[in-house]
């Protein structure tokens, strides 16, 4: 009897699932208006011959919510023909947004909602950009926001959103309170955080109103000082805002952190296959450290240089695991150096170029496809992106690859505008100048530079043409070329003119890691005029020149990135050696230049100049070929117009140096959008007269100090300057004020 049941049973069950499992002969849509059939078809993925269950139709519906195109959706089988029947969401014509007069708030406030224009109303939705919104106003320290939210039917099955805003009072932090802290002074603390306490003349600072996101953010940072003081164990435990009044708060952080660490033996182990003599900068920061206070930033030197190591040894794939070990108040570190798994790269994917050719990208890569992968040489490549300045975002993402032991990396990138239209003017005691430039970085998406320049002043005018090819042929190798042309008619001044005409092309490449070699060769055609009010050394001059130089150049680049640097340091030697020559001018150069961060958000620059020009023949040097300080170099003083005189007549010298300190000042103008605050000291010193004894040389040091200010403005990027010299020549020409605007396109 049993037997019989269940083999009844089983034959039921067989005639239920298969007499419901039909086959779909026609798929019949009803109710759609905006959205087409095929469309409707692609995204429920049915197909006419699939065989259809329950399951089956509740994926299709699924799907189909999924496009948020629709809200209500039924599907059927009858007959063996599919009818799918739907009732299409609103369309959203219009999007208002009432109570906002700033233009500036609105484009805030509404960034990331996900419901636009023309696309399709869903309720679901709508809540969340409610919520997205109340955020963002409250990132703008607009925390008594409201915001109501009104639906207006329109014909056609149209809505138009209306959200009503009610701004508020802005939440200012009247005061900021650190509990459980006892080792520092709250005014250290309040310089280490970004929020700050509301004062009238922080007009321009927006850390001034309560800020979630910045809050936490404060934590990390308040963590990351304690840590950096040897305070190994501390805690943030919680940090609140108590309202104190109707539109001010108290922000309060609660900090543990009890006991001071140092750092005790400092141990290091690696594979016997690795050579020790690579780990000897490692050893000696140890010795650096032992004893001292425990810092994080000292561990992530320590890591940085395994790193380095990594890079330079071409260790492909290694890994540093860190074991600590704590005995009363010190901190015992082990740092281990292991061999990992090896990953092929199997792929390389690039999206996002619809303007910048593949090679371009592929060219500034550290690795290929085929390489072994390696983490530090991924970061690399990303840097190497970013310092291109193409690409308004870069970012590298390795994934398991389908083959097992593979990684498929791939690189998303944003273009960004690299046309530059630029301006610019000084001014000082003796006149002025101005310059008009146009540059194209990234020419037909090559990667070729073009730039254009003309400088014109009150007895001179310069033009400039450039083409330069980074990666020439798809090769490492940099191609350029420049032609340029000048006119300095002081005539009626100082009793000369003179017109330069010339060329110059060369190339460059990468000899060693991070030492690039470049050879050239310029040729200039220079005619010299004088009159009857010329010193007897112009008249000298007197006459048509060609010259001809092969140009050799040196430079060893240890920057971080190329393009917004923060860390690092690079050295250029360059030498100007003549081969057709009535003179034969030997120019060199060197110049040093030291990045780094002095404190949180801050970069620092220190630079080094020096350059010489003598003859090889003994005979005088050209006017033209002698040598003037860049005004880059020496701010608040008029290019051309310091050092050495013959007569009314600034004739350069033979020697020039410099040195620049130059540091931005994050927390003068604390998170002014858009704008850059720097400090600068300048001092030059140009000197050595080949000619006459009797000449002025006016070899004291040229010195001076200022602020510059970068702003980038809606018509584009400004940047202003002011100095003050500190010290001068008599005869100096100074020139206190200068700025510069340029644009994109």
């Known amino acids: 009897m049993l037997r019989i049941f269940c083999i009844i049973y089983v034959c039921f069950f067989f005639f239920i699932t298969h007499s419901y499992a039909e086959i779909i002969k026609k798929i019949d849509i009803e109710g759609n208006d905006r959205v ?3 469309t409707i078809i692609m995204f429920s993925s049915v197909s006419i011959n699939d065989e259809v269950d329950e399951n089956y139709l509740n994926k299709i519906i699924k799907n189909l919510y999924e496009t948020t195109f629709f809200k209500d959706i039924s599907v059927k089988l009858n007959n063996e023909i599919l009818l799918i029947s739907l009732v299409e969401n609103p369309l959203i014509e219009n999007i208002v947004y009432k109570g906002l007069k700033a233009e500036k708030i609105k484009s805030k406030i509404t960034t990331n909602l996900k419901l636009k224009s023309r696309s399709s109303y869903n309720e679901f939705e709508l809540k969340k950009d409610k919520l997205t919104m109340l955020s963002n106003l409250k990132e703008l320290g607009y925390n008594f926001s409201t915001v109501d939210v009104f639906i207006k039917n329109l014909n056609d099955n149209k809505i138009e959103i209306i959200y009503d805003i009610t701004l508020g009072n802005k939440a200012k932090i009247k005061k900021i309170s650190f509990i ?13 955080i970004i929020s700050e306490e509301y004062k009238f003349w922080k007009f321009i600072s927006g850390k001034k109103y309560l800020n979630d996101k910045l809050v936490e953010f404060d934590k990390r940072l308040l963590t990351n000082f304690f840590l950096n003081n040897g305070y190994y164990d501390v805690s943030i435990n919680s940090s609140f805002a108590k309202l104190i009044d109707e539109e001010n708060f108290e922000l ?62 071409q260790f492909e794939s290694i890994a540093a695991v860190v074991n600590e070990n704590i005995i009363s108040d010190q901190i015992n570190l082990t740092f281990i150096i292991k061999e990992i798994e090896k990953f092929t790269i199997n792929r390389i994917n690039i999206f996002g170029n619809n303007v910048t050719r593949e090679n371009v990208i592929r060219n500034q890569l550290e690795i290929d496809e085929g390489d072994f992968y390696n983490e530090i040489l991924e970061k690399k490549s990303e840097n190497n992106l970013k310092s291109l300045n193409f690409f308004k975002n870069v970012k ?11 990684k498929i990396i791939n690189i998303n990138i944003e273009e960004k505008a690299t046309g530059e239209i630029s301006a610019g003017a000084g001014f000082g005691t003796s006149g002025g100048s101005i310059q008009v430039g146009i540059k194209e970085n990234n020419y037909l998406g090559k990667g070729i530079s073009v730039d254009t320049n003309l400088t014109i002043n009150n007895d001179a005018i310069q033009g400039l043409f450039s083409v330069t090819n980074p990666n020439f042929n798809n090769s490492d190798k940099s191609l350029y070329g420049t032609f340029e042309a000048s006119e300095i008619d002081k005539l009626d001044i100082s009793g000369y003119k003179n017109n330069k005409t010339g060329f110059v092309f060369g190339t460059d490449f990468e000899y060693l890691d991070d030492l690039f070699v470049g050879l050239g060769n ?3 055609y220079e005619k010299i005029e004088t009159n009857n009010s010329a010193s007897s050394m112009q008249k000298k001059q007197e006459g048509d020149y060609w010259d001809s130089f092969l140009k050799l150049n040196l430079f ?79 701010r608040g003083f008029e290019r051309g117009k310091v050092g050495p005189l013959d007569g009314n007549t600034y004739i350069g010298g033979n020697y020039l140096t410099s040195m620049n300190f130059t540091s931005t000042l994050p927390y003068l103008l604390r998170d002014a959008e858009n704008v850059n605050l720097l400090f600068f000291i300048d001092a030059a010193n140009l000197w050595g007269v080949d000619y006459d004894s009797s000449l002025d040389s006016q070899d004291n040091i040229n010195s001076s100090f ?25 005869s100096d020409i100074t020139e206190t004020f200068r700025f510069n605007i340029g644009t994109s396109f």
């Open 556 to 634: 060893y680049d240890k920057r971080n990135q190329k393009f917004k640097t923060s860390q690092g340091f690079f050295n250029s030697f360059k030498t100007n050696i003549p081969l057709i020559s009535d003179v034969n001018t030997l120019t060199n150069s060197f110049e040093s230049k030291f990045f780094t961060e002095l404190y949180e958000n801050n970069v620092s620059t220190l630079s080094f100049f020096l350059k010489s020009a003598n003859s090889l023949s003994n005979d005088d040097i050209k006017l033209s070929e002698r040598l003037f300080i860049p005004s880059k170099k020496l």
């Open 36 to 38: 087409s059939d095929e």
């Open 706 to 730: 200022g602020i510059g200010i970068d702003y980038y403005s809606p018509i584009g990027p400004l940047s202003f300057s002011f100095a003050q010299p500190i010290t001068k020549n008599s």
């Open 522 to 524: 310029s040729n200039y």
């Open 396 to 406: 590298l993402e390795s994934k398991d690859g389908e083959v097992p032991g593979s």
């Open 252 to 313: 309060i952080y609660n900090i543990d952190a009890k006991n001071k660490f140092f750092f005790g033996d400092l141990k290091l182990e690696f594979p016997s296959n690795f050579d020790k003599e690579n780990f000897n900068k490692l050893l000696n920061l140890f010795n650096e450290i032992k004893g001292e206070p425990y810092s994080l930033y000292s561990v992530n030197k320590i890591l940085d240089e395994i790193d380095r190591v990594s890079i330079e040894e």
């Open 180 to 192: 459980g802290n006892k080792i520092f002074k709250d005014n250290e603390l309040k310089r280490v």
